[in-house]
């Protein structure tokens, strides 16, 4: 299943959250997406004046109950926007209203979710989000085995931190990637985790220049990949400008695939380009993996969803093969 929110224009007030099913035994045939949630519907549900939806993101838990986190903005833009918690039913035809995520002692504003949550081993999970309004920082939110919300915390001092994505490495510890909003010449902070999520490492910069851009990390066996506007620093990209074809570069013309070397040093290698567009953009790639393949979804042109499939296999060979030619 994917989620994804749609009208004339981003913060239009006839935005709607739209569902789609891929049918993978029908060569990936997606069906017709059908609208699930509109901004009435969940101010009706809410109690509050909605005007406009963005951002949702669906978690299935250890209990396989699916919930849907959503943003909301009642007034303003996305400075002012709030979380709200739904769940499917079992048929997922249907959304039942949870609540507001209350993760401000005055206002509860500027709080926005990009990326899935974590399932923990008690049967609960994590949620990584952020707070978009001045410092712009990262946030974990935890909750208990039946979805209630437990507490939430900041997890460094950096600024200008956004949209974290977080993968787990084994059963205690955690990987956190973060979008960077003109800060620190542009190099990707990494940041691990121990305790489940409950102690915090330095944060640590990469070899990953992010231009303000929504990145997101995945875990296959034990290697670690992430999904990355590269535009500005993209080969292909720029040998399509080299041969006078019209393109317009910048970091999002195009979406690739990068490989984490190596952790300690925060080390990324280039494996392949996702997709390119010449006079639009790619952003806000989504993934699952499955047994053979890496399912991916991204927003083209601000137009249209996107879906791709990579197989495993395929990227997993193609590291060892790296491997290998350095011994």
């Given at each position: 299943?994917?989620v994804f929110?749609?009208?004339?224009?981003?913060?239009?007030?006839?935005?709607?959250?739209?569902?789609?099913?891929?049918?993978?035994?029908?060569?990936?045939?997606?069906?017709?997406?059908r609208?699930?949630l509109?901004?009435?519907?969940l101010?009706?549900?809410?109690?509050k004046?909605?005007?406009?939806?963005?951002?949702p993101?669906?978690?299935?838990?250890?209990?396989n109950?699916?919930?849907?986190?959503?943003?909301?903005?009642?007034?303003?833009?996305?400075?002012?926007?709030?979380?709200?918690?739904?769940?499917?039913?079992?048929?997922?035809?249907?959304?039942?209203?949870?609540?507001?995520?209350?993760?401000?002692?005055?206002?509860?504003?500027?709080?926005?979710?990009?990326?899935?949550a974590?399932?923990?081993?008690?049967?609960?999970?994590?949620?990584?989000?952020?707070?978009?309004?001045a410092?712009?920082?990262?946030?974990?939110?935890?909750?208990?085995?039946n979805?209630?919300?437990?507490?939430?915390?900041?997890?460094?001092?950096?600024?200008s931190?956004?949209?974290?994505?977080?993968?787990?490495?084994?059963?205690?510890?955690?990987?956190?990637?973060f979008?960077?909003?003109?800060?620190y010449?542009?190099?990707?902070?990494?940041?691990?985790?121990?305790a489940?999520g409950?102690?915090?490492?330095?944060?640590?910069?990469?070899?990953?220049?992010?231009f303000?851009?929504?990145?997101?990390?995945?875990?296959?066996?034990?290697?670690?990949?992430?999904?990355?506007?590269?535009?500005?620093?993209?080969?292909?990209?720029?040998?399509?400008?080299?041969?006078?074809?019209?393109?317009h570069?910048?970091?999002?013309?195009?979406?690739?695939?990068?490989?984490?070397?190596?952790?300690?040093n925060?080390?990324?290698?280039?494996?392949?380009?996702?997709?390119?567009?010449k006079?639009?953009?790619?952003?806000?790639?989504?993934?699952?993996?499955?047994?053979k393949?890496?399912?991916?979804?991204?927003?083209?042109?601000?137009?249209?969803?996107?879906?791709?499939?990579?197989d495993?296999?395929?990227i997993?060979?193609?590291i060892?093969?790296?491997?290998?030619d350095e011994?």
């Open positions: 299943m994917s929110f749609a009208g004339t224009k981003e913060g239009a007030r006839d935005i709607k959250i739209y569902q789609s099913f891929l049918n993978k035994n029908e060569n990936g045939s997606w069906s017709t997406p609208p699930i509109s901004a009435n519907e101010s009706q549900l809410s109690g004046c909605i005007k406009k939806l963005g951002n993101i669906i978690f299935k838990d250890t209990n109950k699916i919930h849907l986190f959503v943003v909301g903005v009642s007034f303003g833009g996305w400075s002012a926007s709030k979380i709200y918690q739904l769940s499917f039913n079992e048929n997922l035809d249907r959304l039942n209203y949870v609540d507001e995520l209350h993760l401000g002692v005055i206002s509860n504003l500027s709080h926005l979710v990009r990326t899935p974590l399932a923990l081993e008690n049967g609960g999970f994590m949620l990584p989000l952020y707070h978009e309004l410092d712009k920082y990262p946030i974990v939110v935890f909750f208990d085995s979805g209630s919300f437990l507490f939430h915390r900041r997890i460094n001092t950096l600024k931190q956004l949209q974290p994505t977080i993968i787990p490495l084994n059963n205690n510890e955690c990987l956190a990637f979008r960077i909003h003109r800060e010449d542009n190099n990707a902070f990494l940041q691990k985790c121990s489940n409950n102690i915090w490492d330095n944060p640590y910069q990469s070899n990953i220049k992010n303000d851009s929504s990145s997101l990390l995945i875990k296959i066996n034990n290697e670690i990949f992430l999904l990355h506007n590269d535009g500005m620093n993209n080969q292909k990209v720029a040998e399509i400008k080299s041969n006078s074809d019209e393109i570069i910048h970091p999002r013309t195009s979406l690739s695939l990068f490989w984490l070397k190596d952790i300690e925060g080390i990324f290698e280039y494996i392949n380009t996702i997709d390119i567009s006079n639009g953009e790619i952003s806000y790639p989504a993934a699952i993996v499955d047994t393949y890496m399912h991916i979804t991204y927003t083209l042109d601000r137009k249209n969803i996107k879906y791709q499939r990579i495993i296999h395929s997993l060979n193609k060892n093969q790296n491997k290998g011994v």
